[in-house]
C-alpha cells in the first residue's frame, strides 16, 4: 500500500509530467524536473505507488511558493497574494488557475506585483468611471437638445394644425430616440451606483 511520502513524490512527478507535456508549471522547481528528466522517466515516476526512494532528491526542493491572484472589485493588494503547496497547487486555496497572474518563490516579491496590478486595475477602474461620467453628461446633454426639437414642432402645430402631419412624425421620431436615450442613461448611471456602493462598503470596513 502506498504511504503518504509515495504519494507525495508521485504527485511531484506528475506535475513535472504535466509541465514536460506543456502545461504551465507551477513552481520554477517543478520546471527544473521536467527539464531534467525525460517524459518516459517522469511518467514511470507518477505512476508508481511503491518504493520510498524513488524521487527522493527531489522531494526535499519543492517548497511553497506564492501565487498572485488577478486584481478583482473590492479586494485589497494583500488579499491577491496566496501562500500554495506546489503539491497541491492552487486548487488548495480555493483559487482557479484561470484567476492567477503569476507565482514568486518569495512572498515580498509576490506582494510587490500584488500592488501594481492592484494599482493599475484601480487606475483603470477610475477611468472607466470618468468615462461614464462624460458619456452621462454628452447623453444629457443630447436629451434637452431632442426635448427642445420636440416643444419646438408642438408649437408650429399650435401655429399651423393644417401642416400638422410633418411635425407629429417629427415629433414621434423625436420621442423614440429620447426613449432610447433615456434607457441608456439609466443603464451607465445604475452601474455607477453600483460601484460607489461597493466603494463605499470598502471604505466603510477600512474604518472600522
Given at each position: 500500500?502506498?504511504?503518504?511520502?509515495?504519494?507525495?513524490?508521485?504527485?511531484?512527478?506528475?506535475?513535472?509530467?504535466?509541465?514536460?507535456?506543456?502545461?504551465?508549471?507551477?513552481?520554477?522547481?517543478?520546471?527544473?524536473?521536467?527539464?531534467?528528466?525525460?517524459?518516459?522517466?517522469?511518467?514511470?515516476?507518477?505512476?508508481?505507488?511503491?518504493?520510498?526512494?524513488?524521487?527522493?532528491?527531489?522531494?526535499?526542493?519543492?517548497?511553497?511558493?506564492?501565487?498572485?491572484?488577478?486584481?478583482?472589485?473590492?479586494?485589497?493588494?494583500?488579499?491577491?497574494?496566496?501562500?500554495?503547496?506546489?503539491?497541491?497547487?492552487?486548487?488548495?486555496?480555493?483559487?482557479?488557475?484561470?484567476?492567477?497572474?503569476?507565482?514568486?518563490?518569495?512572498?515580498?516579491?509576490?506582494?510587490?506585483?500584488?500592488?501594481?496590478?492592484?494599482?493599475?486595475?484601480?487606475?483603470?477602474?477610475?477611468?472607466?468611471?470618468?468615462?461614464?461620467?462624460?458619456?452621462?453628461?454628452?447623453?444629457?446633454?443630447?436629451?434637452?437638445?431632442?426635448?427642445?426639437?420636440?416643444?419646438?414642432?408642438?408649437?408650429?402645430?399650435?401655429?399651423?394644425?393644417?401642416?400638422?402631419?410633418?411635425?407629429?412624425?417629427?415629433?414621434?421620431?423625436?420621442?423614440?430616440?429620447?426613449?432610447?436615450?433615456?434607457?441608456?442613461?439609466?443603464k451607465i448611471e445604475s452601474s455607477k451606483k453600483e460601484i460607489e456602493k461597493k466603494e463605499d462598503k470598502k471604505q466603510n470596513k477600512n474604518k472600522k
Amino acid at each position: 500500500m502506498p504511504t503518504k511520502d509515495n504519494e507525495s513524490q508521485r504527485k511531484l512527478f506528475g506535475a513535472a509530467l504535466a509541465a514536460k507535456r506543456g502545461n504551465k508549471p507551477i513552481s520554477k522547481k517543478v520546471a527544473d524536473i521536467a527539464a531534467s528528466t525525460s517524459e518516459k522517466e517522469l511518467s514511470k515516476m507518477a505512476s508508481k505507488n511503491e518504493g520510498a526512494d524513488v524521487g527522493q532528491e527531489f522531494d526535499n526542493q519543492v517548497g511553497d511558493y506564492y501565487a498572485v491572484q488577478r486584481p478583482y472589485d473590492g479586494c485589497e493588494p494583500g488579499k491577491l497574494v496566496h501562500k500554495v503547496n506546489p503539491l497541491q497547487g492552487v486548487q488548495g486555496i480555493g483559487v482557479e488557475p484561470v484567476q492567477i497572474y503569476g507565482a514568486y518563490t518569495e512572498e515580498k516579491m509576490a506582494m510587490t506585483m500584488a500592488e501594481k496590478l492592484h494599482k493599475d486595475f484601480t487606475n483603470k477602474a477610475m477611468m472607466l468611471e470618468k468615462k461614464k461620467a462624460e458619456v452621462i453628461e454628452r447623453i444629457k446633454e443630447t436629451i434637452d437638445e431632442l426635448e427642445a426639437q420636440r416643444s419646438e414642432n408642438i408649437a408650429l402645430i399650435k401655429e399651423n394644425p393644417k401642416e400638422s402631419g410633418a411635425h407629429k412624425d417629427k415629433i414621434a421620431h423625436l420621442a423614440t430616440k429620447i426613449d432610447d436615450l433615456m434607457t441608456k442613461l439609466e443603464k451607465i448611471e445604475s452601474s455607477k451606483k453600483e460601484i460607489e456602493k461597493k466603494e463605499d462598503k470598502k471604505q466603510n470596513k477600512n474604518k472600522k
